[in-house]
């Protein structure tokens, strides 16, 4: 089988923001790590957050959220989101970016594309179950990642 783009550098090489909360109330941070693909059936995104992130509390408080690629122009915003979290700055006005409604959810009017995910599932991940290298090298810390699965209900 042969992929016509690079599908596997969407995430890890453009990376993403993901963001949850209403227009009122939402925070946003920069993501590397997911996935696009099927379940039960349906289109879904998965993120995976780790338990100290601002965005974990939207994420747990919230229905929805979405995941949202931008041109390359906007990597130092995107840097600034991925190092700085919502708890020691305003990230809806000092981002650089321009937060938008989007669906059920919020983005940024810069996006190239957003997806509005409604949330469907939520799974920590346990480092019982993970190779010991990846523990040691990930989690020594436990600050673990849960994972999200949201499926795919618009595409903006
Ligand atoms: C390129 C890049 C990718 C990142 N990917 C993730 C990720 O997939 N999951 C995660 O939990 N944190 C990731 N982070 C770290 C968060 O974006 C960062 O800790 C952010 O400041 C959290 O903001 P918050 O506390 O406002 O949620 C990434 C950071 C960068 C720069």
Known sequence: ????????????????LLTAGTEENFNTMTISWGGLGTL??????????RQSRYT???????????VSFYPEEYKKELG????????DMDKMNDSGLTSVKCGES???????????CKKL??????????????????????D???????EVIEIK
């Open 1 to 16: 089988m042969e992929f016509k783009s690079d599908i596997f550098s969407q995430f890890d090489k453009k990376w993403a």
């Open 40 to 49: 039960w059936s349906r289109p879904v995104a998965t993120v995976y957050v």
């Open 56 to 66: 974990h509390e939207y994420m747990d408080d919230n229905d929805y959220f979405t």
């Open 80 to 87: 600034v989101l991925g190092s700085k979290s919502g708890r």
């Open 106 to 116: 919020m983005s940024f009017k810069e996006a190239e594309v957003t997806l509005v």
């Open 121 to 142: 599932f939520k799974q920590t991940l346990l480092k019982e179950n993970m190779p010991i290298d990846v523990a040691d090298a990930c989690y020594a810390d436990n």
């Open 144 to 150: 673990l990642h849960d994972m999200y699965i949201g």
